[in-house]
């Protein structure tokens, strides 16, 4: 297929910490808000002159310091970017606003924070209590938490209007960028599809990275592209994936698998598409933070929700998502060193396997990982395996 | 060996192998004491073994083989010891053992591959391992019971291998080994179908660790009875969670009124958490007399005591109370003697991390061979605060707060103030001069603060220790090797000689 216009343009700017159009955004008075972890909704970071910043390692190597303040077993998401904050990286950010989610990346932040690698004058770091449960109790202290660690330190400190209107104003924006990239990323169910895992991969990741008004232009260009796009006459793949597990903030790893044979029809996990770029229905009646924040528990698919119902529900939302997808298996991935992923890789390759009949790839992998040689030989080996279970049917 | 505390080499007790080669004489009145109560020990193991359903679990539990090393681990938990400091480690222990014999006793009762009494198991209520049993007070007619407390916690102290071949299940289903061990094995024994199967009930929590967390939702897969998820807050100092805490509080309540048909019982609430407010009082005796030159209550007699007082009985055994009054008569009998905890104390410390299961005698090893005397640890150091016994609303409050501060995850879970800064408060109101970190290499919670530990140690100017372990996994890292880190400390960097130098290298590999 001939390249997305702008394809080369976001590959350039994933490979640095500070990109371009963040740079213009501060340049033009915007506040940089970095963010780390899902559980706060993103609206709540993009309210009236803020812009949020996921922060990634790209091009990471050596992490020594990172690892000599967290040790080794640590997340290597986690000391990588630790890594980075020591290098320099973060010091744009005006503020970190954390959750205590998992205890990984809250040491991260907490290091950062401590060692004082940011020397913005305005930077401040909050660390929020979010739910692990998915109830309405639940939902009522997340409410309480995201006002008082979010809305409230942004308000009292940069003067950012943090009123019904402006959040309104925010989700807006945020559906704008949900609904071009869920529109992107529905080519993706087509028997040849024109658009590449990886090319979406790189897509949907820059909207994290970059200020929106930015991605908005950028996607509505690509959406038009795409609907004259040709695919190519004959598909280079062998099966269909769905990607599921821990974060993945380097398409390269999207990339790899591609070119194992197997095409990433439909992702899930943090910094994809699902659920993070699911709508926010807002509805006239009822508090929009209490809105916003249901959204965000109840679309939530980390596996830090502890109870039985949501963990049910995560097994039948990758189930619905490989059938909306016509997935041929699933790949659970897992950064090294995750708690988190470490258990649910474990459980829901069995689930899906047993009670769903998926064929299922379980890896776990290290943070940098997009020219792994092992990985592509696992995966080109679940790729053959599902080929030979298709053939014997 | 004589009457004097480091009279003679204790390192002749090793020999390679499980057993030692001797007991250890210790003068003619501590040697009978010390014997005299070795025999109640084994008098309270027979009678647990005489009951018909505890006879069946030994052949039906794979773990149960596990206790046949309590007298050794009395041993090994009195090492070197003498006076005071004897009475103290065998008044204390000895309690938690009949209790967990009472506890297990019940369990197995219940147990329909044992004795199967279906109205007790009707009863039964299931809690998680490291979950504060309190709200249990208020159901009088309920029985709170932990089915992984004696299936993995304590087995992995009384043998260093007892848990390995459940943490191997785990990781043939598919559980990363670099995960912590203490879940992975509770998991592992649910996944060879190892916990007795009883209750009406289950309530499990968000404990120690994000893989603790992981841990219970399969678990509660593999349970057939109805489970709740009590979601205790992470940043648990904080002021603006205690409303959610409380309200999970109520929830869990809530739950257990439902499929129990009971009803919470304020009284009844109120009357224990009296009695759990005096433990509390004699733990702070204690504690003041640890910030005196002549400490009575340390180590393991205060740390494995404190974990059975403050989560499991909870207020609900009388004889905890009662023991605790004697051990504070001990104690300032012991203090009025002065009485020293080694032959010679050299250092004053505390051991912070989670401590190594399979080496709960590391303390013990540490006042022989080098004079370092642990005086308090991180797991005890939870919530001192008075439980409201009048006040309902205070009450639940009080009651949440306490759940938060659960023994490990007050420390783990919260963030550097209560995993950091705390450290250095207590280093100087116990007057400490060294930290013995505990480096669990399963514990991503702690680990995080490595290079911080390291900095503000020497800021503060405490000398920092590692011991690296990996919790119930001796395989990672050995007894020895966690010995060797602190030799190395004290040879390198102190420059100094050990107390009895016969322990600083010991081959215990095989040892229970």
């Given amino acids: 297929m001939k390249d997305l216009a702008h394809i080369y343009e976001l590959e350039n700017l994933l490979h640095d910490t500070y990109n371009e159009p963040s740079r213009r955004a501060k340049e033009n008075g915007q506040y940089a808000i970095g963010s780390v972890c899902a559980m706060i909704p993103e609206p709540l970071l993009n309210l009236d002159n803020c812009f949020s910043v996921r922060l990634r390692a790209p091009g990471t190597g050596s992490m020594e310091m990172g690892t000599y303040y967290m040790t080794s077993i640590m997340c290597e998401c986690a000391r990588a970017l630790l890594e980075r904050a020591l290098e320099g990286g973060y010091g744009y950010l005006d503020c970190i606003l954390a959750p205590d989610a998992c205890a990984q990346m809250n040491r991260c932040v907490e290091n950062i924070d401590k060692l004082k690698l940011c020397d913005n004058e305005h930077f401040f770091v909050t660390y929020s209590d979010v739910p692990m449960k998915s109830d309405e109790t639940a939902l009522r202290h997340y ?34 960028i949900n609904s071009l990239i869920m529109e992107i990323g529905a080519y993706r169910k087509e028997d040849r599809p024109r658009i590449t895992g990886y090319e979406f991969a790189v ?38 994936v769905v990607m599921v597990g821990s974060e993945i903030d380097d398409p390269a790893l999207i990339r790899l698998v591609e070119e194992a044979g197997a095409y990433v029809a439909a992702d899930c996990y943090c910094l994809g598409s699902f659920p993070e770029r699911t709508m926010i229905n807002l509805t006239d009646d009822g508090d929009v933070l209490t809105q916003i924040c249901r959204h965000y528990m109840e679309q939530g698919q980390c596996p830090r929700f502890m109870n039985t119902d949501k963990i049910r529900q995560r097994h039948q939302y990758v189930d619905a998502l490989a059938r909306e997808y016509r997935a041929d298996g699933i790949i659970y991935e897992q950064i090294k060193f995750c708690d988190y992923w470490g258990y649910e890789r474990a459980y829901a390759g069995k689930v899906m396997r047993n009670d769903y009949g998926y064929p299922v ?8 990982s997009g020219s792994s040689g092992q990985l592509r030989t696992r995966v080109q080996a679940f790729v053959e395996s599902i080929e030979i279970k298709k053939g014997s049917r | 060996m004589g009457k004097s505390m480091g009279s003679e080499p204790l390192g002749k007790l090793y020999n390679g192998r499980k057993a030692k080669r001797r007991r250890e004489w210790r003068g003619l009145k501590d040697t009978w004491y010390d014997y005299v109560h070795w025999l109640g020990i084994w008098g309270t193991l027979i009678g647990f073994v005489l009951r018909p359903a505890n006879l069946k679990a030994f052949f039906r539990y794979r773990w149960m083989v596990n206790y046949l090393a309590v007298p050794d681990f009395f041993d090994r938990h ?3 010891m003498r006076g005071t400091q004897l009475r103290v480690a065998r008044v204390a222990l000895e309690l938690v053992v009949r209790d967990m014999c009472k506890s297990m006793s019940v369990m197995f009762r219940a147990d329909p591959a044992c004795g199967n009494d279906k109205k007790l198991n009707e009863k039964l209520v299931v809690f998680d391992e490291n979950m504060m049993s309190q709200i249990m007070n208020g159901f009088p007619n309920l029985k ?31 559980i990363p080994n670099d995960v912590c061990p203490m879940p992975a094995a509770e998991l592992g024994v649910a996944l060879k179908g190892d916990y007795p199967r009883i209750g009406r009930c289950a309530v499990q929590c968000n404990t120690t660790c994000d893989g603790s967390l992981m841990g219970n939702g399969i678990m509660a897969s593999c349970m057939d009875i109805p489970t709740f998820q009590l979601a205790v807050p992470i940043r648990h100092d904080e002021d603006s969670v205690q409303q959610y805490a409380a309200e999970e509080i109520l929830n869990a309540i809530a739950f257990i009124e439902e499929q129990t048909g009971e009803t919470f019982d304020w009284n009844a609430f109120f009357e ?22 002549y400490p009575q209550i340390t180590g393991n007699s205060l740390s494995l005591y404190r974990y059975a007082v ?35 104390v050299r250092h004053r410390a505390i051991t912070w991390g989670v401590q190594s299961a399979y080496y709960t005698a590391f303390g013990i090893w540490l006042q022989n061979c080098w004079g370092i005397v642990p005086l308090v640890d991180m797991l005890t150091l939870c919530s001192t605060r008075m439980i409201d016994t009048e006040d309902k609303d205070k009450a639940v409050y009080d009651l949440a707060y306490l759940y938060e501060k659960m023994i490990m995850r007050s420390r783990s879970n919260g963030g550097y103030e209560v995993g950091v800064a705390d450290l250095w408060r207590f280093c100087e109101s116990f007057h400490v001069d060294m930290v013995i970190m505990y480096a669990h290499m399963g514990c991503k919670s702690m680990s995080g603060y490595h290079g911080l530990f390291e900095e503000e140690a020497r800021a503060h100017g405490i ?40 322990l600083e290298d010991i081959d215990d590999e095989l040892a229970w």
């Avoid at chain 1, 790839?361 to 940098?368: F, K």
């Avoid at chain 2, 004696?150 to 299940?169: I, K, R, S």
């Avoid at chain 2, 005096?278 to 005796?285: A, M, P, R």
């Fill in chain 1, 143 to 176: 409410v309480r938490q995201m006002r008082q660690y979010v809305l409230e330190p942004l308000a009292d400190r940069l003067g950012v209007d943090i009123s019904d209107a402006a959040l309104a104003r925010a989700v807006e924006k945020q559906n704008r």
């Fill in chain 1, 203 to 240: 897509l949907c990741l820059s909207t994290f990275v970059c200020p929106k008004e930015y991605m908005i232009s950028i996607l509505s260009d690509t959406l038009e592209e795409l609907k004259k796009r040709e695919p190519d006459e004959r598909s280079a793949y062998r099966a269909r």
């Fill in chain 1, 361 to 368: 790839l379980s890896v776990d992998r290290p943070y940098a």
């Fill in chain 2, 78 to 80: 009195t090492e070197g």
């Fill in chain 2, 144 to 174: 709170w019971v932990s089915v992984e407390v004696p299936a993995v916690y304590t087995c992995a102290m009384m043998a260093q291998d007892g848990v390995l071949y459940y943490l191997d299940a785990a990781q043939e289903y598919g």
């Fill in chain 2, 272 to 293: 224990t958490m009296k009695r759990f407010n005096k433990e509390t009082e004699q733990l702070l005796e204690w504690y003041d007399i640890s910030r005196t030159p």
């Fill in chain 2, 310 to 344: 403050y989560m499991a009985a909870g207020g609900r055994v009388d004889d905890f109370l009662k023991t605790d009054h004697k051990l504070t008569k001990l104690a300032m009998k012991g203090y009025g003697r002065k009485e020293l905890m080694a032959k010679q």
């Fill in chain 2, 463 to 502: 000398h920092l220790v590692w011991a690296t372990h990996g919790l119930m996994d001796a395989r990672t890292a050995s007894r020895k090797d966690m010995r060797t880190e602190v030799n190395r400390y004290m040879r390198t960097v102190l420059r100094e000689e050990p107390l009895d130098a016969s």
